[in-house]
C-alpha cells in the first residue's frame, strides 16, 4: 500500500450538492452536502449501493456536472463555476475511468488514436512524438505498443479497461477517478487491474478516487473510505477505522453483506436488511434530513441525525 503524500490536498470539496428536477415540480437530491479532501498520493474510496449518488459525486468533482452549490477546489483552484475554456487546462490534472470499458472507447477507432487523441486536443506533445508516447502508455500498463493498430473489439474485458487506463494517464493527470472501474471484470482480471492501479500510484504519485460497490476491492487499495448513503456521506475515515470499527449502522450492514467463502467464518447472527430504501426524490418545499459529521476517533467520522 502507497503511503500518501502529506500537503495541499489534490481535491477539497465543500457543502458539494446536486439535485437533478423531477415532475411537479419535485427534486432528485442525488448528492447533498458532501465536503470532503483528497491527500496527494492518496485513494480515497466512495461506497454505497446503487443509486447512493457516488457516480454523481464523482462526475460533479471532474466537471462532467455543474453542482447545484458548494464548492470544488482542484489543485488549490476553485474551479467550481469556470466557463469550458477556463476550465481546459485544469481538465489536463484530473482524468476518469468509467465502468465499461467497451462502451468508454469508439470502435471505429484504433487503440493508438483512442489514446492519442487527449494529446492531440490539448497538444501535450508535438505531433511527431505522439506515437512514442502511446506506445510508452502501452507498455506501462502492460500491453504491447504492437496493439496500436488493433480495435477494441479485439481485446478482453480486462485489456480495454488497460486501454482506457492508458488513456487517462496520457495527460500526466495528478487524479484519477475510477467509477466502478473493476466491476465488470473476472474476479482474477480485477485483481490485475488494481495491481496495476496501486503499481502506477507509487510510480507516478497519482491520487485516486475510487467508486465502488465491492468492499473486498476497497480493503485492498483504500487508503482512506467514505461511506455514502442516499446522496450524503455518513461515515468517513481511515480503511482499518471502517473495516475494523464500522459505526454507523449503514455501514455495519453493508459490512454485514460482505459474502464470505470460508464457512468457518461466517456469521450465523447476521440481520438481512429487507427494508425498502428510501427514496431521493423530495416534493417540492421539503428537504432531506441533514447530517453532522462528528469526530468519535481521530480521523474518523460518523453522521449523527440533526435531531438528535
Do not use: W
Request: hydrophobic residues 40%; contains cysteine.
Amino acid at each position: 500500500m502507497t503511503e500518501q503524500v502529506s500537503g495541499t490536498p489534490i481535491v477539497e470539496v465543500s457543502s458539494l450538492t446536486k439535485h437533478f428536477p423531477a415532475s411537479g415540480g419535485a427534486r432528485v437530491h442525488a448528492v447533498e452536502q458532501v465536503s470532503l479532501h483528497i491527500d496527494r498520493g492518496e485513494t480515497l474510496a466512495v461506497v454505497g449501493e446503487s443509486g447512493c449518488g457516488k457516480s454523481t459525486l464523482a462526475y460533479l468533482i471532474i466537471r462532467l456536472l455543474n453542482p447545484t452549490s458548494g464548492t470544488i477546489q482542484l489543485d488549490g483552484t476553485d474551479i467550481t463555476n469556470l466557463g469550458p475554456k477556463a476550465l481546459r487546462p485544469h481538465r489536463r490534472k484530473a482524468q476518469i475511468v468509467f465502468q465499461d470499458p467497451f462502451a468508454s472507447l469508439d470502435p471505429r477507432r484504433t487503440i493508438g488514436k483512442a489514446i492519442a487523441e487527449p494529446l492531440e486536443i490539448h497538444r501535450a506533445v508535438p505531433r511527431r512524438e505522439i506515437n512514442d508516447v502511446v506506445a510508452d502508455l502501452l507498455r506501462r500498463v502492460g500491453m504491447s505498443p504492437d496493439d496500436m493498430a488493433q480495435y477494441p473489439h479485439q481485446f478482453s474485458g480486462g485489456q480495454r479497461q488497460r486501454i482506457c487506463i492508458a488513456r487517462a494517464l496520457a495527460l500526466r493527470p495528478e487524479l484519477v477517478i475510477a467509477d466502478e472501474a473493476v466491476s465488470a471484470l473476472d474476479v482474477s482480471i480485477q485483481a490485475q487491474v488494481i495491481n496495476l492501479m496501486m503499481d502506477l500510484q507509487s510510480e507516478l504519485g497519482l491520487s485516486y478516487l475510487f467508486i465502488s460497490h465491492d468492499l473486498a476491492v476497497v480493503e485492498r487499495i483504500a487508503h482512506r473510505v467514505g461511506v455514502m448513503y442516499l446522496g450524503q456521506i455518513v461515515e468517513l475515515g481511515s480503511r482499518r477505522a471502517i473495516f475494523e470499527n464500522p459505526t454507523h449502522p449503514y455501514t455495519q450492514r453493508l459490512l454485514d453483506a460482505v459474502p464470505i467463502a470460508d464457512p468457518q467464518q461466517r456469521r450465523t447472527d447476521r440481520s438481512v436488511q429487507t427494508d425498502e430504501v428510501p427514496s431521493p426524490v423530495f416534493e417540492a418545499g421539503t428537504e432531506p434530513e441533514p447530517v453532522t459529521l462528528l469526530e468519535v476517533e481521530p480521523g474518523h467520522y460518523v453522521a449523527q441525525e440533526a435531531h438528535d
